[in-house]
């Protein structure tokens, strides 16, 4: 299995595959528009217009799991666009843990555990696919995404 066997809903409930994005790096990311950290929306936009051209794609997946999360998901992607111009592609509202967890987390999970386990513990946890679809770098939620660029250097 890789990164490719999976499908995502856009917050339009278009649901596509990811195999549309072989061949490009990819930072997933599950998100929150109420979380402390969402000014990572800001530094998340600037990798994606710093690196779009080389291929690298920025997925956005607003997720309520941890109760930080407005109504819907195109409130949330409306407000990643307003507040912070975010302008990659935001997602549907994900479940990414537990019995319903997303089967695109579980296995973002299962191939990048975090230091103390599988569980996303929080919002803006990141993960960084590589050209071939392998998760190559789970990035804590703490993480600036800006700390990530020598990795994601290394997949470009």
Known sequence: MSIYDYQATLE???TYSLANYEGQPLVIVNTATKCGLSPQFKELQSLYE???DQGLVVLGFPSDQFKQEVGSAEEAAAACRTTYGVDFPMHKLT???GKDADPLFRYLEAEAPGTL???IKWNFTKFLVDR???VVERFAPQTNPQKMIPEIEKVL
């Open 12 to 14: 339009n409930g278009e």
């Open 50 to 52: 710093t690196y779009k």
């Open 95 to 97: 479940v990414i843990n």
């Open 117 to 119: 386990g599988k569980a």
């Open 132 to 134: 071939q679809g392998k």
